[in-house]
């Protein structure tokens, strides 16, 4: 089994950055890929971002790149979303996921573990 807790949602206003932070307990954390996907109300889950075991390989949604920036501290059992340069359409809840699969994946059906969610507010 796997704990994952999400942190560091907030209210922030359009051009604002948040760090986010997942973290987790129980399973070898170290082993697997993580994603960040987010959820507006009314709308489907979504890929944002996603990191391999070692954090050698990133990934990211085409309407997030060059702004947030995935890495992972397996030291600290630890996924952070750096979220800079905020748009009022980034509002949603921001929830970390990981998958037992060992590759990277964008589609939510293949995660395994899910923490509960963080909300992500930004005002424009």
């Known amino acids: 089994q796997v704990q994952l807790v999400e942190s560091g949602g907030g209210l922030v206003q359009a051009g604002g950055s948040l760090r986010l932070s997942c973290a987790a307990s129980g399973r070898t954390f170290s082993s697997y890929p993580v994603g960040w996907f987010r959820q507006a109300p009314g709308k489907e889950r979504e890929f944002v971002a996603a990191i391999n075991y070692s954090g050698g390989s990133t990934y990211y949604a085409d309407s997030v790149k060059g702004r947030f920036t995935i890495s992972r501290d397996n030291a600290k059992n630890t996924v952070y979303l750096q979220m800079n340069s905020l748009k009022p359409e980034d509002t949603a809840v921001y929830l970390c996921?990981?998958?037992?699969?060992?590759?990277?994946?964008?589609?939510?059906?293949?995660?395994?573990?899910w923490g509960q969610g963080t909300q992500v507010t930004v005002s424009s």
């Open positions: 996921a990981l998958t037992t699969d060992y590759a990277v994946s964008h589609y939510p059906t293949n995660y395994d573990y």
